[in-house]
């Protein structure tokens, strides 16, 4: 089937719109504060505060009660960034669920957003709930928040007779930042109540135009400060020792996780023979459907930072060190016969991973590199052969001998992934990545690029995405090469009341991205249209709601597959 795609470039004139932005002065301490949740240090009694919070959310604008006002403090030394905010409130109002960290369950919380960079684009979050428990995260309006994504901080929360007290210390070394003599970051502070689940931030907040990344105020005054060396070493040992049927194995490893700036942008992350026994099991769980089973990544490498590589769904972390593909074909291929009888011995579950680096970063002008690779070990299923003997007239068995075969499951295997990533406009985005899986040996190799945009209006009006992605396997026989093909293009309003969007979305039959990413259907061309109405104003009993209609056209890329 051919397809002639006719591409229309819609040329948007628009202007830039000016926003009003509330700016905190911060001031250098000789002494820092103790976070202990207790205001009584000198270093907070001459600072400036940032107060006259106005809720986003459910409503936009309404300032806060008197009786609930919110006073934030901020001073910085050599070594870190410092927080106070004194949060006013009835006591028995505030919620307080001790909860697990990043878990934001039924407490009230205080955040701080940073933007070293003040791009409105690249974020890092800390939050404090009432309980006292932490939360962080890195954001992008790409990708939204990854909480997967943790530093090392410290707060202290304190109940008083009209509210309650956060301290924190954000040490720089959880920072990307410049060595600018003079800087101006990006700064917002959110305050949520769980009572009535209403959120208020510093500087205000408009949810109809735009992300909020926009709505930052800024921070100025912070003079002579230097991104910390970070460089940190992480040497493990392991063992196990099994004792089975009168048998004992003994299993030692030894290894090294590795952290290094290599410039206050761009950090190093290496490991080598990495032990993730220690990560969280997955969910056991019965899988129906007809397609394959997938989990979240419990690993702390491939979890920290992994932000960028994410960019067009082309990379799943869970397909490094995975179960062997050709696992499941042991057991098919035993021989079993009068004379000779196979049974597995071992069979891994999964593939070791010898070593993994990544490095990524992103420059003050928006330009974002990411780089990584992973080596996993050759692994192989253990096969016990018995050979019998028999008595040629009696068939009865005179003798047997055993030996032992190994049959490859996954090869050694080398995963890579590069991408570059422009941001600009503090609302858009250009990106070209690639992975690649080779395998040694008489195994499949693959080859994936992809070209993406995320452009927006400078007015935050309109939005287009789009997407081309071409992928090349190289079968066993590596002679035969299957490419594939996938297109993704929209063009949405994204501000106002009524909003709208027009896509088309196109796969053949070979596009496949399963060697290290996650595809989980092609061959289609795919239509779609849809349409909103919103409220963002409460009425008097809604707090907001929407009228949403959509009509797809859904048919087959090769319908005689």
Same mark, same amino acid.
């Given at each position: ?17 000016? &926003?009003?932005?509330?700016? *905190? ?29 106005? &809720? @986003? ?20 030394? #050599? ?17 307080? &669920? ?8 039924? !407490? ?16 890092? $979050? ?48 959880? *920072? ?16 949520? @109540?769980?009572?009535?689940? !209403? ?47 009168? $048998? ?7 290894? *090294? ?46 979890? $920290? ?74 692994? !192989? ?16 068995? *005179? ?10 499951? $996954? ?65 066993? #026989? ?84």
């Amino acid at each position: 089937m051919k397809y002639l795609i006719v591409f229309l470039s819609l040329f948007l004139i628009s202007t830039s719109y000016a &926003q009003d932005k509330k700016s *905190l002065n911060i001031t250098r301490t000789n002494e820092a504060p103790k976070i202990d949740g207790v205001l009584d240090d000198a270093t907070w009694q001459n600072v400036e505060e940032a107060t006259d919070f106005t &809720q @986003f959310r459910p409503d936009m604008g309404v300032t806060l009660n008197p009786h609930q006002k919110t006073i934030v403090k901020m001073t910085y030394d #050599d070594d870190a960034i410092y927080v106070s905010a004194y949060l006013k409130d009835k006591p028995e109002d505030i919620q307080k &669920q001790l909860t697990t960290r990043d878990n934001f369950g039924n !407490s009230d919380f205080f955040g701080v957003i940073l933007n070293p960079n003040n791009d409105a684009q690249n974020d890092i $979050e800390f939050f404090v709930f009432s309980s006292g428990t932490q939360a962080d995260a890195i954001s992008t309006p790409s990708n939204g928040e990854d909480f997967g994504w943790s530093a090392v901080w410290d707060s202290a929360v304190k109940i008083v007779d009209d509210g309650w007290i956060v301290e924190m210390k954000i040490p720089y070394r959880a *920072l990307r930042f410049s060595n600018d003599e003079v800087q101006t970051w990006g700064i917002q502070f959110h305050r949520r @109540f769980r009572l009535d689940n !209403s959120q208020y931030s510093w500087n205000p907040i408009d949810r109809t135009k735009g992300s909020f990344a926009l709505y930052h105020g800024e921070l100025k005054g912070i003079t002579n400060i230097s991104p910390p060396t970070r460089l940190s070493f992480y040497p493990f040992v392991s063992g196990i020792v099994r004792d089975f049927d009168g $048998e004992t194995e003994t299993d030692l490893k030894v290894g *090294l996780d590795l952290k290094y700036g290599i410039t206050e942008n761009f950090t190093l992350d290496a490991t080598l023979i990495p032990d993730f026994s220690q990560a969280a099991f997955d969910n056991v769980t019965l899988n129906l459907g007809p397609f394959e089973q997938t989990f979240g990544e419990q690993r702390q490498f491939f979890k $920290e930072g992994v932000d960028l590589f994410s960019k067009g769904n082309l990379f799943f972390s869970r397909r490094i060190g995975n179960a062997p593909r050709e696992r499941n074909d042991v057991a098919d291929e035993l021989i079993e016969t009068d004379d000779i009888v196979e049974e597995i011995i071992e069979n891994p579950r999964e593939v070791k991973t010898l070593n993994a680096v990544k490095v990524s970063g992103r420059t003050k002008k928006g330009l974002g590199i990411g780089f990584l690779n992973a080596i996993t070990e050759k692994t !192989s299923a253990r096969i016990r052969t018995t050979q019998y003997t028999r008595d040629q007239v009696t068939n009865a068995i *005179l003798d047997s001998t055993i030996s032992y075969r190994k049959r490859v499951t $996954e090869p050694l295997a080398n995963y890579n992934l590069l991408i570059v990533d422009q941001q600009f406009n503090g609302n858009s985005s250009v990106s070209i990545i690639n992975t690649n899986v080779t395998r040694n040996g008489d195994f499949r190799d693959s080859n994936v690029t992809g070209i993406l945009a995320d452009i927006s209006t400078k007015k935050n009006t309109f939005n287009f995405r789009g997407q081309v992605k071409m992928s090349n396997v190289n079968l066993p #026989d590596k002679e035969n090469i299957s490419t594939g093909l996938s297109t993704f293009f929209m063009v949405r309003k994204i501000s106002g009341k009524f909003r709208y969007s027009f896509d088309h979305s196109l796969s053949n039959t070979r596009y496949d991205i399963n060697d290290l990413g996650l595809n989980f259907r092609n061959n289609f061309n795919n239509f779609g249209i849809d349409a909103s109405y919103q409220i963002f104003e409460p009425t008097e009993k809604l707090n907001n709601f929407s009228i949403n209609t959509w009509v797809n056209y859904r048919m087959l890329y090769k319908p005689s597959t």
